[in-house]
């Protein structure tokens, strides 16, 4: 069963190698089963299951994408589906899709569009596992000819001549099976909108910069329009004539928790509520003058509460403890900005809000709406 995140209703959101096929062997040298293969008489202590392993996908056309990977290894308890979660990169958007304890699934998806796609493992007790290791994957503009192929994604993006006002990019040529036409430049702002600022026929593009913080990256593209996967990422700031930067600590109110010399804010608010579900958004706050890079926010349910999807971060989960974690195009938090991550999830006798967080091992003050 699919679950789509509405973007009205979310704001935003949060795929799946082969299993290799085995050969038979010349000589018998053990009669121990392959240890890739999950034991038939899981452990009984009270652990989530593995996460699954080599995902990949094995078809890709404009509007689907098959994927396939290796069954998890149970914990405390056979291993009885998997949720599968797509996110749109650089535009926070995604979806999610439950199937039952198989190792293939197909995903409908848009054409032209680059996922960043995670699988993660459900035992009989509702237990998580951890996130396979992300798949990134674009899908063809065309099934049909004459180029099915999107390009290879660019490289080495680099700035160069930085000053506050401009920044000139360049980066290594992409390949592909026909040629390369040409290179789009974005601007991304970090949530939700990527803004296509040209499109080259070289390696280099000089950009104007602003006075707050965006990313900038490249995607290659071809003769009929099949565009790469997104080069890495530069994040840059200026100081031009923009507004300043909405990604603020959030203001403290009096109903906020206060831990002493806290260098971290969270408000935790419930964008919607009904009978057995919710969705929630977290925002993390940096109040440090370092900025934090690589953030990892933990806290604990106050109820029952299981996350089904997630969107802008990572997360596992066991019983009602959560660890959240940054994307790859949110790691770091600016010295007094924030990110932003939102969640759907499902309870039974008690939606109450979680009371404390941590950033990075640290107590942070609490704002819960």
């Known amino acids: 069963m699919a679950t789509v995140t509405p973007a009205a209703l979310l704001g935003a959101v949060l795929a799946v190698p082969n299993a290799g096929a085995s050969a038979t062997p010349l000589a018998v040298l053990s009669t121990a089963p392959p240890s890739t293969v999950p034991p038939s008489t899981p452990s009984t202590s009270p652990f989530p299951p593995n996460p699954p392993t080599n995902l990949t996908a094995t078809s890709v056309s404009r509007f689907s994408i098959t994927l396939s990977w290796t069954a998890a290894r149970p914990g405390c308890c056979p291993v009885t589906g998997y949720r599968i979660s797509y996110i749109e990169a650089f535009y926070d958007v995604g979806s999610s899709m439950t199937v039952g304890n198989v190792t293939t699934a197909t995903l409908t998806v848009k054409s032209g569009t680059e996922y960043l796609i995670y699988v993660t493992a459900v035992d009989s007790q509702g237990r998580t596992s951890s996130l396979s290791p992300p798949l990134k994957v674009v899908t063809p503009v065309t099934d049909t000819g004459p180029d099915t192929t999107p390009p290879a994604a660019p490289t080495g993006l680099v700035a160069n001549d930085v000053t506050g006002a401009s920044a000139a990019l360049s980066w290594s040529p992409s390949t592909d099976n026909v ?63 923009s507004p300043p930067s909405v990604t603020t600590a959030p203001p403290v109110s009096p109903t906020s928790s206060n831990p002493p010399n806290s260098t971290c804010l969270v408000r935790y608010d419930v964008e919607a509520t009904w009978t057995g579900g919710f969705v929630a958004r977290v925002t993390v706050a940096n109040t440090s003058p370092a900025p934090v890079n690589g953030w990892i926010l933990t806290f604990t349910f106050g109820g029952d509460q299981r996350i089904r999807s997630a969107w802008s971060a990572q997360y596992t989960q066991t019983g009602a403890d959560v660890t959240a974690h940054y994307m790859d195009w949110n790691r770091t938090i600016s010295a007094g900005g924030s990110v932003s991550f939102g969640m759907h999830g499902s309870w039974s006798a008690s939606n109450a809000a979680p009371s404390t967080f941590a950033l990075n091992g640290s107590p942070c003050r609490a704002i819960i709406e």
């Open 179 to 241: 040629g390369v036409t040409a290179y789009n430049v974005y601007r991304f702002d970090g949530v939700f909108i990527s803004s296509l600022l040209a499109t080259v026929t070289g390696t280099s593009y000089t950009v104007a910069l602003e006075s707050r913080r965006f990313d900038y990256y490249v995607r290659a593209r071809d003769a009929v329009g099949n565009v790469s996967i997104a080069s890495n990422v530069v994040t840059l700031t200026g100081t031009g004539t």
